[in-house]
């Protein structure tokens, strides 16, 4: 397969990049930092480029850069994100607050919008995974941009399934669950008067036990780029929490259903319980 990555140089990126590589699937890693460490490790199935996903001009010339290289791509994962401007929404920097909502979810909007051509001719059915995750399904505290831009990203990928659903793609966003990350260490460097003692409480156990989850979000993702998904599209999969490796057995009733995507819930739909 050819997959693009973005956000490739470090955290779930990174992990993903060096998975597909080991089992010889061809990787293009995006991200604002130079790779030349993977470069030299696989110098036949690795490229990269350097690029801002928050700026469409230089994602728009990054693609057209692969398309000069790669017929096509199998794939799409839009990995790349920042925490950004943390605190109480109402106390927030509000172009610090505003950078955090454009990297996070207008970089993952022109990645889609910049390679969905060369997805489109992809032989296989194309498939694009996006994260979301962070307070996207709840409310969370000191973190409303980021929480936003990642409830925002579950929206837009139900949104362009609908309006692809007779096309050769499947779009989903997951929720790659407690993993640690840079945006982990940052939590805990930022402490918990900003952060919120819940918050800090959660990262303090993340960074000891987190990587135990690491795994599950990349099998997702491997999942997810198969033919064993083809025709789920349109959900919010939380990787560690989900039955995501049984959903194939009846994906036409998925997709038709309001399963696994954020719906209002009514009164009534409280009464059965």
Known sequence: MKIVITGSSSGIGRALAESLLKRGDHVWGIART????????????????????????????????IAKTW???????????????????FEANPLKWEKTVTTNLSGTYFSLR????????????????CFSGGGATKGRAQFSAYAAAKTAIVRLVETIAEEE???????????????????????????PVVV??????????QKTEGGQFLAKAIGLIEWLLSNQSDGITGKLISAQWDPWDKLYLNPSKLSQSDIYTLRRILPEDRKKV
């Open 196 to 205: 919120g003692a819940e918050e800090y409480a959660s990262a303090l156990k």
């Open 34 to 65: 130079e790779q030349s460490a993977l470069e030299t490790l696989y110098p036949e199935q690795f490229r990269s480029s350097i690029c801002d996903v928050s700026q469409w001009d230089e994602v728009n010339k990054v693609a057209l850069s």
């Open 71 to 89: 017929q096509y791509s199998d794939g799409l994962v839009t990995c790349a994100g920042v925490q950004g401007e943390v605190g109480r929404a």
């Open 165 to 191: 659903k007779n096309s050769n793609l499947d779009i989903n966003s997951i929720a790659p669950g407690s993993i640690t990350t840079r945006l982990t260490d940052e939590v805990l460097s930022l402490g």
């Open 114 to 129: 910049a390679f969905n051509s060369l997805i489109s001719i992809s032989p296989n059915r194309g498939k694009i995974i």
